[in-house]
């Protein structure tokens, strides 16, 4: 019995949910992935898609437009972004401090405008949401069409990007730059590639993807926004990048494991097992913490990693 009901829990709807879960934390994973290549640890993974999934909603109530609501998400993203890259790149702040600060300041400022803007309502706002976009021929593979192509717009859009930032990575010059000011920023400096300007545009990708990955919680997976719903989810992504060894395909990898574990808890939920419902909820952060410690001394971090850069003065 105990056997047939494990084997159960792996359906096509579990992985499907895998999938599913697994697509923001790979988004917000891959941008962090660029932004630790460069040198800078963002802890605010948390606030910049905090804003990104308050600021879709936003921008889908105010044209109707679910579209517009993640270009809205994404603009969220993004200014977050280049208020941490300038306090940590041009202000040279702590950036473990700082990515805390955002954090706490984002959870206070979206529950604050979601009252304001939304009102105190027994139940959530409604907006126009993200619907899942099955493709025609491939949706009708036994098994692997329901999993992986009857998804929405933004899964098939995150997996896309795992290919096209990995090959940018580590097999294009711009790659090569974003590895030289996060491993030797000093030498990349004396050969003309400006270290500054290469850490904001990684900041500024990290965030843009970031508040994709906040919509695609608000606008494909809900449709509304409710405070602090990324819960955590910032952290596993962080997490990932560190599973994954600070490469786009692994911090992928490692985010589907996470999105598994997530889809887990909700399928052992539903099949109604004698388990306490908080160790359930608790299942992906406890996979998490034992991806972390399992893979942390395996793994190089960029050299430069968390080092403010400050540019020689010339004579």
């Not at 990349?188 to 290469?198: D, M, N, P």
Request: glycine residues 12%; hydrophobic residues 55%; charged residues 10%.
């Amino acid at each position: 019995m105990g056997i047939e009901v494990f084997l159960g829990l792996f359906t096509v709807e579990f992985f499907y949910a895998t999938i599913r879960m697994a697509s923001p934390i790979a988004l917000a994973a891959l941008g962090e992935v660029y932004v630790e290549k460069a040198g800078i640890l963002n802890l605010g993974i948390e606030a910049t898609m905090l804003m990104g999934a308050f600021f879709g909603v936003l921008g889908s109530a105010l044209s109707g437009s679910a579209f517009v609501g993640v270009l809205t998400a994404m603009a969220a993203g993004m200014l977050t972004g280049l208020l941490f890259g300038f306090l940590v790149i041009t202000m040279r702040a702590n950036q473990i401090v700082t990515g805390a600060a955002l954090n706490i300041a984002a959870l206070g400022m979206t529950s604050f405008l979601s009252r304001i803007i939304f009102g105190v309502r027994l139940l959530p706002v409604q907006v126009q949401g993200i619907k899942p976009l099955p493709i025609p021929f491939l949706k009708d593979i036994p098994g692997l069409g329901k999993i992986l192509f009857e998804q929405t717009p933004l899964v098939y859009f995150t997996y896309f990007m795992v290919i096209v930032m990995t090959y940018a990575l580590y097999r294009t010059t711009w790659g090569l730059k974003i590895r030289s000011v996060g491993e030797h920023p000093r030498a990349a400096e004396t050969l003309g590639i400006s270290v500054i300007r290469w850490r904001y545009g990684c900041v500024l990708l990290g965030g843009a993807l970031g508040g994709i990955a906040g919509s695609i919680l608000s606008l494909a997976q809900l449709s509304t926004f409710v405070d602090n719903m990324i819960a955590g989810r910032g952290f596993i992504a962080l997490a990932a990048v560190i599973f994954g060894r600070w490469n786009p395909l692994g911090a992928a990898a490692a985010a589907l494991v996470f999105g598994a574990a997530d889809a887990m808890q909700m399928r052992v939920q539903a099949f109604s097992l004698n388990l306490p419902s908080d160790f359930l909820l608790m299942l992906p952060y406890l996979i998490t913490l034992i991806g972390v410690i399992i893979f942390r001394g395996r793994a190089a971090a960029p050299v430069a990693l968390t080092k403010p850069y400050e540019k020689e003065a010339t004579a």
